[in-house]
């Protein structure tokens, strides 16, 4: 796909080996959850802005990072803000929970000037139904005989209060944007087990293995990847900048043996398989919580454009449903999708991101799940057993973490993170996330579901009769960020002479191979 003269290219799977009988029946059977069929209804309207509960806000962290490829709009204009629906109401009568959990978080949040808009915002609400039936009784008295001068003035009277409606109008739209603008900033309330503090508080859930010790001197990934040939980043620095690299060799089967594998073990779960859009409008990266454009962002934003590279498949799998009512009976909905991601890393520096640790693009699959809000906490331990599953099935030491609330980021009710021994490093690294977002980004995207149920026992038909639609919770983790992993893979199994070990579980989906040798000179 051509981008500005600039070549952007799609990931493409390795073609999966089918060694025996037994393994393709296997492999045909992970597919089978996918003949399971739902419907859901798209909402061709606007979402009330009068929600069931309280909606949570994204904090503000991000510089906008260019991309200088798309054509300079013409006429850009001024771009509508988008509404989340938040439940004000909810805000003000809990205002000291949310004071106190804006604290725990560490947001830059600005409740009392939320609470100040959202008075002013009753209050023009109010001015304005006032003239409005002001004009209404205005019209009412003209269709009755009048005198040609007292027509005059209730005409002009009339005049004078439509100009003032319209003016009134247009100041509760522009108080109505800033009240967004600020209660977006807002952040998820926060489950009662986190811990509270920085990252330092974090908890450890479980500790998985121990370090390996070597009877020779372990390297670290770079200097593997250079003895065997696996990575090329002088002429990725060259043709795109620093923290860009080639893949070569065993290191381009190892990246598509890890993402069919992944993919795979995942499939068995019940997860539907996805290819994403990696290019997405900016307004879906903020309904999801991220900030693509300010101080220190992650996001690449394309110049010119509303478009943003994504940094995850969190973002074009969460936008799918966007705007729908989803039935109850199809949930929960669970993916896993592959993508290139895209993250500028602004800020990062120091040996702990030098080689593969830190880059700007990387293959990644990411498990998303949309439940009923009572099974979020049930589909987050789900989710994080499975992360646990496949690391220990490829014989990593890590340990898993409860993160603390100042660490969890806006949208996040409760994360947990992994983090795995790197002996290059000679401490642990994360290699993946799992978050539970409840509410917080559905309410931005619009994603909500009905139960098949009736409201209630009155026999009326029709509409009227259908239960509320309720937002649906949405949950997030990584299956596995290809470079770490890597990472993880070279430095763990590494032996005396140079080679490395490829995984029992791996070989079948890099042609067999079970060893990475130094290249004969």
């Excluded at 509760?172 to 920085?198: F, R, S, W, Y």
């Excluded at 509410?439 to 509320?468: F, H, M, V, W």
Aim: glycine share 6%; net charge neutral.
């Amino acid at each position: 796909m051509g981008l500005g003269g600039t070549t952007l290219q799609t990931l493409k799977l390795a073609a999966i080996p089918s060694p025996s009988s037994s393994y393709s029946s296997s492999f045909r059977s992970v597919f089978n959850p996918l003949s399971k069929t739902f419907l859901y209804r798209r909402s061709h309207t606007p979402r009330p802005q009068d929600p069931l509960f309280f909606v949570k806000g994204f904090s503000a962290s991000a510089v906008q990072a260019t991309v200088a490829t798309a054509p300079k709009a013409t006429n850009p204009g001024v771009k509508p803000q988008w509404k989340a629906a938040i439940d004000f109401k909810w805000i003000r009568e809990n205002k000291d929970a949310v004071a106190a959990n804006i604290k725990k978080r560490n947001s830059n949040a600005n409740l009392e000037l939320v609470l100040q808009l959202y008075n002013q915002m009753l209050n023009l609400q109010k001015e304005v139904e006032r003239l409005r039936a002001e004009r209404n009784a205005v019209a009412n008295k003209m269709k009755g005989k009048l005198e040609s001068f007292e027509r005059q003035k209730l005409i002009e009277e009339g005049k004078n209060l439509k100009e003032g409606i319209l003016k009134l109008e247009e100041d509760l739209l522009k108080l109505t944007d800033e009240l967004q603008q600020e209660a977006q900033c807002i952040p998820n309330m926060t489950h009662p087990d986190v811990p509270i503090g920085g990252e330092d508080s974090s908890t450890i859930r479980k500790m998985v293995g121990i370090p390996r010790e070597f009877n020779f001197p372990a390297k670290d990934h770079l200097q593997l990847g250079k003895d065997l040939d696996l990575f090329d980043f002088d002429a990725a620095s060259e043709v795109s900048g620093s923290k860009f690299y080639y893949l070569k060799n065993e290191a381009v089967m190892l990246e598509m043996g890890l993402i069919n594998w992944t993919l795979l073990e995942v499939m068995k779960r019940g997860f539907t398989p996805l290819t994403t859009p990696e290019i997405v409008r900016s307004s879906v990266v903020e309904k999801c919580g991220f900030q693509p454009r300010g101080t220190n962002t992650q996001v690449y934003s394309i110049e010119g454009s509303d478009q943003c590279l994504i940094g995850t498949a969190e973002i074009p799998v969460g936008g799918i449903h966007m705007d729908s009512i989803l039935s109850a009976s199809v949930l929960p909905l669970k993916y896993v999708a592959v993508s290139h991601c895209f993250r500028t890393e602004a800020g990062a520096a120091g040996t702990a991101t030098r080689g593969l640790y830190r880059v700007h693009q990387f293959s990644k699959l990411e498990m998303f799940i949309l439940c009923q809000p009572e099974e979020s906490d049930f589909y987050h331990e789900e989710l994080i057993k499975i992360e646990e599953d496949l690391f220990s099935s490829l014989g990593l030491h890590y340990k898993t973490l409860d993160m603390a609330s100042g660490d969890l980021g806006a949208p996040a009710y409760r994360k947990f993170d992994i983090e795995a021994w790197m002996p290059g490093l000679a401490r642990f690294g994360e290699i993946s996330s799992a978050s539970n977002c409840t509410d917080y980004q559905s309410r931005r995207l619009g994603i909500r579901y009905r139960s098949s149920e009736p409201a209630s026992t009155n026999p009326k038909k029709g509409k009227g009769n259908l239960s509320p639609p309720q937002f649906v919770h949405t949950l997030n983790a990584t299956a596995c960020a290809v470079p770490r992993m890597i990472v993880c893979l070279l430095e763990n199994n590494q032996q005396e002479d140079g080679s490395v070990v490829i995984p029992e579980q791996l070989r079948p989906f890099v042609g067999g191979l079970e060893l990475i040798q130094p290249k004969s000179r």
